[in-house]
Nanobody, 119 residues
């Protein structure tokens, strides 16, 4: 099975920053949208940020102004820069890649990386 490779999680104090990165294997082609989801204990999984191959972005209201998503199409990577982190940002973060091939959609996921923000 294809799995995206994530890195950059860790432990940080409130107000600090972390950068998450995700790399899509070369065998994943025609990537449309890349994004980050997160799930905290006792919470539903939510979309944090997404970016299309054209550069259009979307953010959860809770992270607007603090997080920035970007991508490098040549390298098939997506990055989430997280600034001014809050304890409520603590969660497992998952990278997602959405593709469309001959009209059929495919979704690929990373293994998840833990982000813990201490107060």
């Amino acid at each position: 099975q294809v799995q995206l490779v994530e890195s950059g999680g860790g432990l940080v104090q409130a107000g600090g920053s972390l950068r998450l990165s995700c790399a899509a294997p070369g065998r994943i082609f025609s990537i449309n949208t890349m994004g980050w989801y997160r799930q905290a204990p006792g919470k539903q999984r939510e979309l944090v940020a997404a970016i299309t191959n054209g550069g259009s972005t979307n953010y959860a209201d809770s992270v607007k102004g603090r997080f920035t998503i970007s991508r490098d199409n040549a390298k098939n990577t997506v990055t989430l820069q997280m600034n001014s982190l809050k304890p409520e940002d603590t969660a497992v973060y998952y990278c997602n890649v959405h593709t469309v091939v001959i009209g059929i959609t495919y979704d690929y996921w990373g293994q998840g990386t833990q982000v813990t923000v201490s107060s």
